[in-house]
């Protein structure tokens, strides 16, 4: 577990945080991790000190209590451990993706924390925005991370860069791509065998996460590539049965903003995907909202001419969520007819749930920013393609 924070001022402690198991009971254990600490300067703006600290060797599935700040300043908050890793451990994540810190924004954060079924958060890149700012506002990142503590102080967030973390600006001198991203949001790449912060895996209950970049180098031999074909032969199916990954931009999308820019990548990997089964492939970038069918493009070579999707039950099924509120706007143009690989789209804001029963079945939801909490939009149970590959049929879930 990553506990991060942020002070203005560097005093002796405030990079301490003190941890101990929640109990009703007098014999409290309280444990103190001391964490590495950093900040940077970008442009005009200088960061506060930013403090991370990993804490190893807790028991699984307890809450823990936390305390990070110094006298007067000390704040209390909480976190629940995740079950051991195993097949048939039921979990639930939630998705959201293109954030931002919006109107909208703020209604689909506090509606995802108003459902308590969620349990750790799959963000597939574009948080703060700040480069929609003059000079990349720095101060931005700053009040995001305040906008997030609600929810981030208490539950996990796996998050996937997008392009708003680049924050590559060299006519003002920057020039390091992802830097301010990589000093706040710090995540233990180096535990899957990676070399950078920007592509990593986790194991998270029944799931095995695999993290992409977008905007990293991704060609055949470059350390990306490389690491993806050893972490795809790691992934142990008996253990972590469900199989997902995140990238930010889309391989499949139907609407016209940022169409087909996932497509190198996707002849780069989608063959592995499909040889390994992967179950769900989450993406952000286009804001708005769609669910492929499970279909695959893989067929093509330079006589045959097939480069069509075609339906595929190895394949996983491709989610675009780049609907959390960002600052640009919702994305409404479409491309018509709706192609034959797009399950389900809609323009509206929202974030969903993928709710793991077990090694077979899980049930996937999307909730829009503007009906009830209860109510999804866009809903489908779904079936492991490793342990059960049979195909899904999608439902009129009113209430899940």
């Known amino acids: ?36 600490t950093s900040s940077y300067k970008f442009y005009d703006y200088s960061s506060g000190f930013l403090h991370h600290a ?26 629940t451990t995740p079950p051991k890793v195993g097949p048939d451990v ?55 991370g305040r906008f997030m503590e609600p929810c981030a102080a208490y539950q996990p967030i796996i998050y996937a860069a997008g392009n708003h973390e680049i924050d590559f600006v060299p006519n003002i001198g920057e020039r390091h791509a992802f830097r301010p991203y990589i000093h706040r949001y710090h995540n233990a ?32 031999y ?18 972590t049965p469900w199989l997902i990954v995140m990238v930010h931009s889309p391989w499949y999308n139907s609407v016209n903003y940022h169409y087909m820019e996932g497509e190198s990548m996707r002849v780069m990997f989608e063959s592995w995907f499909v040889n390994s089964k992967v179950d769900l492939v989450l993406a952000g970038h286009v804001h708005a909202y ?3 069918e499970r279909v695959s493009n893989i067929k093509y070579n330079i006589t045959n001419g ?22 640009e706007g919702i994305a409404n143009s479409f491309t018509d007819p709706q192609p034959s690989y797009s399950a389900y789209r809609e323009s509206s804001f929202g974030h969903a749930l993928l709710e793991i029963k077990n090694k077979t079945h899980a049930q996937y939801t999307w909730h829009r920013n503007q009906d009830n909490e209860p109510v999804a939009a866009d809903s489908l149970m779904m079936h492991n393609r490793y342990f059960f590959p049979k195909e899904e049929i999608a439902s009129d879930c009113l209430v899940c």
């Open 189 to 220: 790449f180096k535990t899957s065998g990676s070399i950078s912060p920007l592509w990593y895996s986790v194991r998270r209950g029944p799931a095995h996460i695999i993290v992409l970049s977008s905007y990293s180098g991704y060609g055949k």
């Open 290 to 292: 769609e669910r492929s």
């Open 54 to 79: 990993t804490i190893k060797n807790l028991e699984y599935d307890t809450k823990y209590m936390y305390e990070v700040g110094t006298d007067k300043s000390v704040r209390q908050f909480s976190f």
């Open 1 to 36: 577990m990553i506990i991060s924070w942020v002070t203005p001022l560097n005093l002796d402690g405030s990079n301490v945080v003190t941890y101990w198991i929640a109990s009703n009971g007098s014999d409290i254990k309280r444990r103190k991790k001391k964490a590495s």
């Open 90 to 144: 039921p979990y639930t994540f939630g998705i959201i993706g293109d954030l931002g810190q919006t109107y909208a924004s703020n209604e689909t954060l506090y509606h995802y924390m108003s459902n308590p079924k969620g349990q750790t958060i799959l963000f597939p890149g574009d948080l703060a925005y700040q480069d929609n700012h003059p000079n990349h506002d720095q101060r931005k990142w700053d009040t995001w």
């Open 306 to 327: 097939l480069s069509t999707p075609v339906k595929d039950p190895n394949a996983p099924i491709y989610i675009t969520i780049g609907d959390g509120g960002n600052i």
């Open 222 to 239: 470059t350390p990306q590539y490389v690491w993806l074909e050893q972490e795809l032969k790691n992934v142990n199916r008996e253990e």
